[in-house]
Structure formats: structure tokens, C-alpha cells
């Protein structure tokens, strides 16, 4: 079935089955690999995106029902890593291996978008469905707490 | 203690250090990365260097961009980073001005193993490829002072080499002009590397890693995030208890599918059961992978299990037991008199401990992308060893290893799995490819890469010791089990009882034997083999007996290490810095873990929270390492923090349960791991005793960590842990 996507700022036609997850659409009919595939259960965060704005889980989500809808990935946060959220985790170091990082940085932009300087708390209610094997959490915190200060300045 | 290097470096100072070798404050966009190395998006390419190759390792352009080429792999270690930093300390060459890319895999073998190693694994890159590493920068360098003193008529030894500069009196020019020539020169010897860390000048500094820009966008490319035109996608399942045998199956459901491709029967050789060998299995490839895995779900396969599909993990503790009371096989040399002094002693101590069957669960699903070609064969397989993809893929069509290209990709995670090595993936690949003339790329699903991974053996270990009057022991005498496929000695130098046989204690006696039983589980390395499962029974075990001599631990192991220069500096740093106390009151405490791992030794102080209700709350970790130099500071903490979140994901949250012969928790609803909002403070402090000591980091920080928040709980609620994962005991107390 073939419909329309709006994805990172640009209406993308995709001829899929419509229960479909986003994910796969993304990463195969649009290309977009930046987003990952980590369990299909949305229980690691691999593939956090933004639908209107918010964190949602792309290997759950229908593209059917992403119709009408902003889609953000990982490649449209910012034209050249720019966003608070980028330059934080670079400043930082957080990456190891680097595959769930996508689906963290989601996660973290879209918990700042809400809450300009998160509590301890906040953040690990909100960043807690992100799995990393690599064992980056205390970088990811450190990286958020920096990433509100740079959005601050 | 004092000739040795003892360097204590807060995570504050790492990142200050960053920046500084940066060249920049810690202020704006790009800061920190302006003056650093590049690495592009792309690895795949399998070279995209430009200007004059010095040696395998180096090309070196007329603009004086240095391209290093990396043997190794990049699973978040710092290996690009790692082997850019020892080359250019010897090349001397602007941190700026260079530039990665992965070694071509085929070249290697072809040229008779032209880059040594290719294989990235044991924590091994820093510890044991420098000394080859560091010497094609210093050959390099003094071929370009050879280049530039032949055209100036001076000798070599005139001529100084300085940030891509060469110099001699009024004689200036850079390496790009003397490139050309310097590729001609042949050394009469070959020069010394520099392994003085007090004359290191861009080594030891902290550098931010290479690779980190590009996985912040999400361009850096994973096998996972392979395409190539034409490519299809497969889903397979193999048989769910391993080893099985596919009777029949069904796919007439799925063939009128949109998009259908076709379905393959996998077949296990007989005879092969090694890493990269296949099982049964069936395929189903389509034109997305959505497809494919929705389809899968829709054949219907009969298996034959045979006696493996009646086991299971319960079963295996009580066979386990029962081996623990029967003689096994030596451990090293034994001493008969070890059993006479603990049955004539007044004072024994015996305890059994045991941990279950774990996996890697790398975030990326184990996965590979196969293209066979009448005249070449490309693969991209999430490896640590990318010569080794092409001698796999090789075996299984039969065809030249020197037509086959294996493209490096980034590993989205290692631990030791090696998941397309490791797995049957690459072969699988390799022969859907060839039978359907497509492009393929295989994934297993979350399930089936927990199910189908090679696993941590399921292991027991019980072990006995003597004390004598003043609270220590005269003997220890150990047995340990574990369970592998076939009944494997050993992976890599983990054994069963490694750990445990291998403690660094001055027992005055000592004696250990091992079994190894049989199961249908394939099993392999995991991150700190052995000493990530038996390190937690030995270190738990040396609490129990420190203190039933009465004793302090940290002093007991202060004590008991006397002599060992090394030992003490780490547990005197360790005693200095973490505050260790035995008083706390109930519902809090602190507990030691010493494991020797890689070359490196590691402590652990814990500090942990139990509530009355047995809520445990890990509050901090502070381990202090020597591994005798510590290149880059700032990953190797990165790695410290990572092994702990390793080890204690397992210890605490894991256990994977096996039920009739196959896994029952097989995604991460079921095996759940370490959460954010579990991750204790990680401190590390780097006790180096230097010389000529190079001790692995990329592991050795995650064995410490479960003894010594074990050895915590016991001092906040008295009660014993001496099995895993720890959610499961009850730790309330009144």
C-alpha cells in the first residue's frame, strides 16, 4: 500500500504493508539506517525516533498510523550534529560501540524538550527504557546535565 | 612502591585532559574535536588512503595527511583511537593530521598475515600489538630521516623528526615532500620503539576517541545497516534446542506472500560443531526483512531434540553437585597434602557457589550480508576478526580466500562473542547467497540471537580451607564444574575452575581440580572469560574465610599478598582511597573484590543500600587497576565503567534459564539488564607499576565488581550470597 511520510522535514512516499513498523521503514524503503533495531518489543530503545515531537518506539509503531504525523530521526535532529544534545554527547564522550547512542539521543532530546534541566530522577525515568550494553549511563546523565546547560546559554 | 608510577586520574581530570589535547576549552560546537584525527562514516570502503603507502600500516600524502590503516576492530574499545595513538607516537606526526581506515582483510591473508593480528579479543590490542604497532611508526620515521639526509648530504642521525617536520641545521622539509623517496629506503636495523612513559608525547595524554562523531548522527555504518542492489533479506530459526535436527517443515503458507523470494533448509555438516559451523535451520527470505521474520513465524518445522530436548538448567546443578563431591582432573600440579591438613584441622570453611548460563545480547542482533559473484565474494559480518570472516565464508562455498573481501564495519558490541564469527551467520549468509544468486542479508531476530548465541558455560565451583590459629588458612582445596558443548577444556585460557586455581594468595597449601560436563550448549568467551563467573566465587569465598578467621578483607588480602609489589600497590591505593569500613550500620555496606585478569590486576570497593524490605540499591564502585601503562586515560576509564555495567548486568539482573533443552528468557523483557537507573558511580584509579608490564583494560574492571557488592550485602544484612543473578534471593532483614 502506497502513502506518505513525513519524515524529518520532507514528505516521503513508501509502498509497504501497513502495519509495517516505522522502523523498517525507515531503514530499508527510506534508508535511514541511523536508527536500530535492538529486540522488536520496545524494551531496549535501539530505535527511539520523535512522532509530533515525542519519544516513541519505531520497531512498535505501525507506519500506518505514523500518517499525517512529524517524524524525527536521528539524521534530522540537526542538519551537522549541532543540537545541544549532539555537541553534549560528543563533549563528553559518550559513545563506546554506538549502536543504541541513536535511540539515547532521541530519548534525551525528547526529555529536554519538555524539562529544560531535568532531576536526577526525571532523567532515569526517562532514559531508563534505553538499554547499552557498553555500560555508558553515567556519560549519558553527564552528557543531558551538560546538554540543559548549553540549551541555557 | 616508590619507583613506581602511580597515577590517579579523576574522571574530571580525563575530560580536562581531553579538551586540553584538544587544544580548546570545553566551551561551543566542535571544541574538543576541532584538533583531532578523522575517521569517515563509511569503513566499508575497503581503501580510500591517497598518496605513497611507507608500509602497511601508513600512507603518508604530498599535503601531509597520514592515513593509518587499523587491523583491528571497533566495538566502543577505542581500537581505532588506540592504534592511530601508538603509531603516532613514533611517527611523530600532527594528532590533526591524520586520518583512519580499516586494514583490507584480504591483503592480509594474501600477503601471508601482513598485519600480525586481525583478531580483536583478550583485551590484547594495546597490551600485546604495541610493540608492532609502535614499530611501524618508528620504522616509518627513521626511513623519512633517511629520505631527507641522503637529499641534504648529512647523516641520519642529524636529522630530527618533529610533528610531521624534518629538520637538520638549515635544512627543513616536511614528511609529504620526502614520502616518495623515504618508500625506497631499506633500514640496515630497524630503530628502538619507546616504551617510556615519561617521554611519551602524545601517549598517556587522553584522547578523545576517533570514532565518536560519527555515532552521534547515526552514520557510522554497522554490518547490520548494510545495503547493497539487489539485496534480499533472511530470517531463519534454527532448531530451538541446539543441535537438533530438522525433520520436515512447511512453508506453503508463506510462498504467496508479497514479496517472497524463497525458502532455504540450512544443514548442519556432521562432525562440525565449532564456532562458526551451522545447524539445522530454515531460512525464508524476502524482499524486507519485516517480511521475512512475519513469514517465519508461519512455517511449521518439526525437530528431532533427541536426549538434549529433557534437560535443563536445574538438572544441571544437581549433575553439577554431584561432580563437585567426585575427583576431576588436576589444575595445575596439586598437593595431596591439602586434603590430610583440612581433615585434621579444627577450623574449616567450606562453601558451594553457583552462576547460570549468560549471553552477550550485543546491542546489534547477530547478523551478516553475503554476496557470492562468479569472480569475487564480498561479506560484511559483525566480526572481531575480519580475516577470519573471509577463511569462514571461504570453507563454506569452497571457493579461494583471496577472492573473497571482508568490508569492516562497526561492531555494535563484542563481549567476546564475536557474533558473526561466532555464530553460524556468516556461513548461513554465504550459502543463501550462493543458492539464490542474490545479495542476502541475514538477521536473527532478538530471540533467536539470545537462543542461538553462543553461551557463558553454567558453572559450580565448592571450595574448602583450613585456618590455623591465627585466623588464616594452611590449605585451600577447590573444585570446580562447568558445562560446555562436548565438554570444551577451555575457551581461550578460561577453564573451569579459572578464577578460582589461579588466585594470587599466598596459600601455603593448595590443591584444585576441575570437571567439565557435557551439553548440547555451545559456549564461548564473554567478556573476562572465567574470571567474570569464578572470579565472583573465589573473591565471595575469600570474605567468607578472612572473616570467619577474623579478620579484616582488605587486611587478610593486604596480607595474604605480601611480596607481590604490584598487589599491594593496587590494595594499598585501594585502602587509601575508598574508605573501606566493616562498621556501618544494618541496611548499608562496603565489600572487596580482588580478580587478576588480562595481565592486569583489579580491585573493587563497593558501597551498597538495603532496604528493610530487601530493596538493593548499588551505590557506588570505586576499582583501582594496575596494568602497568594506560595509553589513553580517558577510554580506558570508559572501559573501567563499562566492565562493571558488564559484569553486574549479569550478576544482579541476568541468568538465562534453560527449560526442555532450549531458553526460556530470550528477549529483554525476560533477560533484563543493568538499567540506567541502577548504574552505580563507577571511580577508577590507575595504580601503574609501569616497566615492562601491559596489562589488558578492556575487561578486567568487570570481575571485581559482583564479589565485592556480594561482600557488601553481607555486611549490610548478614546474609550470603553464593548465588546468581542476585534479584533472586530474598535480602530482607530486620
Given at each position: 500500500m502506497e502513502f506518505s511520510l513525513t519524515i524529518n522535514g520532507s514528505v516521503q512516499k513508501v509502498d509497504v504493508?501497513?502495519?509495517?513498523?516505522l522502523l523498517w521503514v525507515l531503514r530499508?524503503?527510506?534508508?535511514?539506517?541511523?536508527?536500530k533495531y535492538g529486540?522488536?518489543?520496545?524494551?531496549?530503545?535501539?530505535?527511539t525516533i520523535h512522532v509530533d515531537g515525542q519519544a516513541a518506539k519505531a520497531c512498535q509503531?505501525?507506519?500506518?498510523?505514523?500518517?499525517?504525523k512529524k517524524i524525527t530521526t536521528i539524521e534530522g535532529l540537526s542538519k551537522d550534529s549541532s543540537h545541544p544534545v549532539q555537541v553534549a554527547w560528543m563533549e563528553v564522550g559518550v559513545?563506546?560501540?554506538?549502536?543504541?547512542q541513536s535511540g539515547q539521543i532521541m530519548a534525551a532530546s525528547a526529555l529536554l524538550a519538555k524539562r529544560k534541566k531535568p532531576t536526577e530522577a526525571e532523567i532515569e525515568a526517562a532514559m531508563a527504557d534505553n538499554l547499552c550494553r557498553c555500560g555508558t549511563y553515567l556519560k549519558i546523565k553527564e552528557a543531558i546535565n551538560r546538554a540543559a546547560k548549553i540549551e541555557q546559554s | 612502591m616508590t619507583e613506581q608510577t602511580k597515577q590517579i586520574l579523576s574522571r574530571r581530570s580525563f575530560i580536562q585532559g581531553a579538551a586540553a589535547a584538544g587544544g580548546?576549552?570545553?566551551?561551543?560546537?566542535h571544541m574538543p574535536l576541532a584538533n583531532a584525527a578523522t575517521i569517515g562514516p563509511?569503513?566499508?570502503?575497503l581503501t580510500t588512503a591517497v598518496g605513497t603507502e611507507i608500509n602497511a600500516w601508513l600512507v603518508i600524502d604530498r599535503d601531509n595527511t597520514v592515513t593509518i590503516r587499523i587491523?583491528?576492530?571497533?566495538?566502543?574499545?577505542g581500537g581505532i583511537t588506540s592504534v592511530a595513538l601508538l603509531i603516532a607516537e613514533e611517527l611523530?606526526?600532527?594528532?590533526?593530521k591524520i586520518k583512519t581506515e580499516f586494514a583490507d582483510a584480504n591483503r592480509h591473508l594474501r600477503n601471508n598475515?601482513?598485519?600480525k593480528v586481525m583478531s580483536t579479543h583478550?583485551?590484547?590490542?594495546?597490551?600485546?600489538?604495541?610493540p608492532h604497532l609502535m614499530q611501524a611508526g618508528a620504522s616509518a620515521r627513521e626511513r623519512l630521516k633517511q629520505a631527507a639526509a641522503t637529499a641534504w648530504g648529512v647523516?641520519?642521525?642529524k636529522v630530527e623528526a618533529k610533528l610531521g617536520v624534518l629538520t637538520s641545521g638549515s635544512h627543513t622539509g616536511t614528511y609529504g615532500e620526502f614520502v616518495d623517496a623515504a618508500a625506497t629506503v631499506k633500514l640496515d636495523k630497524e630503530p628502538a620503539i619507546n616504551t617510556d612513559p615519561t617521554k611519551?608525547?602524545?601517549?598517556?595524554?587522553g584522547t578523545m576517541r576517533l570514532d565518536i562523531p560519527n555515532k552521534v548522527n547515526g552514520s557510522a555504518k554497522y554490518a547490520m545497516d548494510t545495503k547493497v542492489p539487489g539485496m534480499v533479506y533472511a530470517a531463519v530459526k534454527a532448531s530451538p534446542v541446539p543441535w537438533g535436527t530438522l525433520k520436515s517443515f512447511d512453508d506453503s503458507a508463506i510462498k504467496?506472500?508479497?514479496?517472497y523470494v524463497g525458502t532455504v533448509q540450512l544443514k548442519a555438516v556432521p562432525g562440525k560443531r565449532g564456532q562458526p559451523d551451522m545447524q539445522d535451520a530454515i531460512a525464508v527470505v524476502f524482499d524486507s526483512w519485516y517480511r521475512a521474520k512475519t513469514a517465519l513465524d508461519l512455517v511449521k518445522v518439526e525437530w528431532d531434540?533427541?536426549?538434549?530436548?529433557?534437560?535443563s538448567s536445574a538438572q544441571y546443578y544437581v549433575e553439577g553437585r554431584k561432580l563437585l563431591d567426585q575427583t576431576g582432573q588436576?589444575?595445575?600440579?596439586?598437593?595431596?597434602?591439602a586434603a590430610e591438613i583440612i581433615a585434621a584441622a579444627s577450623k574449616v570453611v567450606t562453601a558451594q557457589y553457583e552462576r547460570p548460563f549468560e549471553t552477550h545480547?550485543?546491542?546489534?542482533p547477530i547478523n551478516a550480508t553475503v554476496h557470492v559473484q562468479a569472480d569475487r565474494v564480498d561479506v560484511w559480518s559483525p566480526t572481531q576478526d575480519q580475516s577470519a570472516a573471509i577463511t569462514i565464508v571461504a570453507e563454506q562455498l569452497g571457493r579461494?580466500?583471496?577472492d573473497i573481501y571482508a568490508h569492516t564495519m562497526f561492531l555494535g558490541g563484542g563481549f567476546g562473542g564475536n557474533g558473526g564469527g561466532g555464530t553460524g551467520v556468516t556461513k548461513q549468509a554465504a550459502e543463501i547467497s550462493k543458492q539464490l544468486g542474490k545479495p542476502v542479508k541475514v538477521i536473527w531476530s532478538r530471540e533467536e540471537d539470545l537462543a542461538q548465541d553462543k553461551q557463558r558455560p553454567l558453572a559450580l565451583a565448592k571450595l574448602t580451607a583450613s585456618l590455623g590459629e591465627d585466623g588464616l588458612p594452611t590449605a585451600l582445596f577447590t573444585r570446580g564444574a562447568w558445562f560446555t558443548q562436548d565438554g570444551i577444556n577451555n575457551f581461550g585460557s578460561a577453564t573451569a575452575d579459572y578464577g578460582i586455581s589461579n588466585?594470587?594468595?599466598?596459600?601455603p597449601v593448595r590443591h584444585h581440580e576441575r570437571h567439565n560436563a557435557k551439553t548440547h550448549i555451545p559456549g564461548s568467551t564473554h567478556r573476562a572469560p572465567g574470571a567474570n563467573q569464578m572470579g565472583f566465587m573465589a573473591e565471595s569465598f575469600i570474605d567468607e574465610i578472612a572473616i570467619a578467621g577474623g579478620w579484616n578483607p582488605l587486611d587478610w588480602r593486604l596480607k595474604m599478598t605480601e611480596g607481590q609489589d604490584d598487589y599491594q600497590l593496587v590494595l594499598q591505593t585501594l585502602k587509601d582511597k575508598a574508605?573501606?569500613?566493616?562498621?556501618?550500620?544494618?541496611?548499608q555496606g562496603m565489600g572487596i573484590g580482588v580478580v587478576e585478569s588480562h595481565g592486569t590486576i583489579a580491585a573493587a570497593c563497593a558501597t551498597v543500600n538495603v532496604s528493610r524490605r530487601g530493596r538493593l540499591t548499588i551505590e557506588k564502585l570505586l576499582v583501582v587497576l594496575d596494568?602497568?601503562?594506560?595509553?589513553n586515560p580517558h577510554a580506558a576509564a570508559e572501559q573501567c565503567e563499562g566492565s562493571v555495567c558488564w559484569e553486574l548486568s549479569h550478576a544482579w539482573m541476568g541468568g538465562l534459564e534453560m527449560e526442555n533443552g532450549r531458553f526460556?528468557?530470550?528477549?529483554f523483557d525476560s533477560y533484563n539488564l543493568l538499567r540506567i537507573d541502577q548504574m552505580p558511580e563507577v571511580e577508577t584509579i590507575f595504580a601503574s607499576s609501569g616497566g615492562t608490564k601491559w596489562g589488558g583494560?578492556?575487561?578486567?574492571?568487570?570481575?571485581?565488581a559482583p564479589p565485592a557488592v556480594a561482600n557488601a550485602i553481607w555486611y549490610a544484612t548478614g546474609k550470603r550470597i553464593r548465588s546468581t543473578p542476585f534479584r533472586q534471593h530474598d535480602l530482607s532483614w530486620t
Open positions: 504493508d501497513p502495519e509495517t513498523p530499508e524503503n527510506v534508508g535511514l539506517t541511523g536508527t529486540c522488536g518489543i520496545a524494551r531496549c530503545g535501539a530505535c509503531y505501525p507506519a500506518s498510523a505514523a500518517v499525517g559513545p563506546q560501540c554506538g549502536y543504541c | 580548546g576549552l570545553m566551551i561551543g560546537f563509511n569503513p566499508q570502503s587491523p583491528h576492530t571497533e566495538m566502543g574499545q611523530n606526526v600532527e594528532w590533526s598475515k601482513e598485519y583478550g583485551s590484547q590490542l594495546v597490551r600485546l600489538q604495541h647523516d641520519r642521525s611519551w608525547w602524545l601517549l598517556g595524554k504467496k506472500r508479497p514479496g531434540f533427541g536426549e538434549s530436548g529433557k534437560t588436576l589444575t595445575g600440579k596439586g598437593d595431596p597434602r545480547a550485543r546491542m546489534e579461494d580466500a583471496k588466585m594470587s594468595y599466598n596459600f574508605g573501606f569500613r566493616t562498621d556501618l550500620p544494618k541496611g596494568a602497568g601503562h594506560v595509553i526460556i528468557n530470550t528477549n583494560l578492556g575487561e578486567p574492571a568487570g570481575p571485581p
